[in-house]
T-cell receptor
């Protein structure tokens, strides 16, 4: 069974702080990793993708990947109340046509 | 529109009835996926279509579930003899390169 694990939260951070969201996965040969944001009652939308070890930055978002530790994280700098949502970590199976294996998501609450 | 569309947006049905859910993909995206999201659960992969290849049905939970994709475009997910545990949001996604784009989903409630 290929697992993707996330803390369900809620993770509460004050406005302007850094939010750190973490994800671990069990399929050692997974190659592609994604962070999706899902607002309540809405469909997931892609925030970041990362394929190589290290950091990838896009605006206020930074994805970090450590394949040796099977760990991927998302940092949100200068958190805003509008960032309050559930963040889904997704990992591409190594051999099944790009089907994504999703974690259950971490609920983030940014308080004004 | 430019995005993935799904219909209906909401469906209420009685236990034992059949339902059909529709997905209109983004033009030019050859890969199409169906996922299910139950309350408090992550997204569960159901089925995957890629061009004219045989679909990957490995995620379908039972033989009551089936899907087809006509002409490499529109896809229909059919659930026969619905059960209450089928209640969930059914999401369709299409893929360009490595990125999957999700439709708004169909919220299914089986009474």
């Amino acid at each position: 069974q290929k697992e993707v694990e996330q803390n369900s939260g809620p993770l509460s951070v004050p406005e302007g702080a850094i939010a750190s969201l973490n994800c671990t996965y069990s399929d050692r040969v997974s190659q592609s990793f994604f962070w999706y944001r899902q607002y309540s009652g809405k469909s997931p939308e892609l925030i970041m993708s990362i394929y190589s070890n290290g950091d990838k930055e896009d605006g206020r978002f930074t994805a970090q990947l450590n394949k040796a530790s099977q760990y991927v994280s998302l940092l949100i700098r200068d958190s805003q109340p509008s960032d309050s949502a559930t963040y889904l970590c997704a990992v591409k199976y190594s051999n099944s046509g790009y089907a994504l294996n999703f974690g259950k998501g971490t609920s983030l609450l940014v308080t004004p | 529109g430019a995005g993935v569309s799904q219909s209906p947006s909401n469906k209420v049905t009685e236990k034992g009835k059949d339902v059909e859910l529709r997905c209109d993909p983004i033009s030019g995206h050859t890969a199409l996926y169906w996922y299910r999201q139950s309350l408090g659960q992550g997204l569960e992969f159901l089925i995957y279509f890629q061009g004219n290849s045989a679909p990957d049905k490995s995620g379908l939970p039972s033989d009551r579930f089936s899907a087809e994709r006509t002409g490499g475009s529109v896809s229909t997910l059919t659930i026969q003899r619905t059960q209450q545990e089928d209640s969930a949001v059914y999401l369709c996604a299409t893929r360009l390169q490595e990125t999957q784009y999700f439709g708004p989903g169909t919220r299914l409630l089986v009474l």
